[in-house]
């Protein structure tokens, strides 16, 4: 998120899907070994922010994502040209991943052990189905931030990773947009500061 | 600063100049010894906080800010019944405080050093009236939100302590509003994580 609330730039589309600007607020990210290690990249930095990343995705054992993350804008989906989401063959998830939508589609297997399944009942079911793919392991909550903001209005949300970057975007895709006036449950639990990135953490309140 | 950016919440009025929840903003400072000696008030907590509020406040020589924070909602001024902004009598600035507004005043002399000069031509005579006024000490830009942006957008500021306070207002004034998509040559030089607030700092780039 930039330091004015933005998770996207303006006028995203499909040939600039995280919008003007946007790209900036994953130049932390991508130098990172856990951030290449997950795109069957070799090497890469080693720092605080790296073990945040590894951390991060150390226990999931399914993802849940919107229709927008997921991409194939305007939908419903074209079954002689199908798209695949913004990955290639092989998706850094490595697991089952659950897109809420309301268009249906047959699961999607692809390379490395991510298969995409398209939800259309809504996010609780969603997270129903997400929770028993897991198989005990965490229910990762990837974006965007419409999908976000209904499991957070829901108290669906136990733990909230949030990495600042202190840019202005200006315009754009807000994370927190009716999503009210309380934290849902959570507090911040830990900051840890670097240069180009604050990491916050909210969990629940013991 | 609120998590969701607000620097006050919705609804606004005299009887709540900082809006609903707005005063939730502010519960880590009032505590600090800084905040209670600039009120006239002894004792206090010393932390980190305090130290930054200290150093925030430590060379400062005149203070800028614009109507909606000295207040007297909705001016012209009454003159039988004059608004002396928010504080009391002996208000916690200490040092000539210089007033944007439309509306033409009389300087107002208060106890404790302050006084008030009402600016009517704008943001950049205020500015140059507030260097001549501080003695080589440097400015302050105290706010609220308008005023901020004004300065900010127009390349004035050099130096920016935000506090951050990891809560969500849902609704309220934006710090960072029309001020377009860029840090202004600015860029965030510390940042100090407590348990209720994060002090981030932006400086000039060397």
Do not use: C
């Not at 998830?93 to 995409?116: C, D, I, K, S």
Request: proline share 6%; hydrophobic share 40%.
């Amino acid at each position: 998120m930039s330091l004015d609330g933005f998770i996207a730039g303006p006028d995203q589309s499909v040939k600039n899907p995280l919008g003007v600007g946007g790209e900036n607020l994953h130049e932390w990210v991508l130098p990172l070994r856990a951030w290449r290690a997950a795109h069957n990249l070799e090497g890469g930095e080693v720092n605080e922010s790296n073990t945040i990343i590894e951390e991060q995705n150390a226990n999931i054992g399914a993802t849940i994502m919107g229709r927008h993350m997921f991409g194939g804008h305007p939908g419903p989906w074209d079954s002689n040209n199908p798209w695949k989401g913004w990955w290639k063959n092989n998706p850094p998830f490595h697991h089952p991943v659950f897109v809420v939508t309301h268009h249906e589609r047959e699961a999607l297997e692809m390379e490395g052990g991510t298969t995409f399944h398209f939800v259309t009942d809504g996010i609780e079911p969603a997270l129903e189905q997400a929770r028993r793919a897991a198989k005990g392991k965490d229910v990762a909550l990837a974006g965007g931030a419409r999908i976000a903001q209904q499991y957070l209005a829901a108290g669906h949300v136990d733990q909230m990773d949030l990495h600042m970057v202190p840019i202005l975007l200006g315009r754009g895709e807000r994370l927190f947009s009716d999503v009210g006036d309380n934290m849902h449950g959570m507090q911040l639990v830990r900051t840890v500061p670097m240069r180009d990135v604050i990491h916050l953490r909210f969990g629940r309140q013991k």
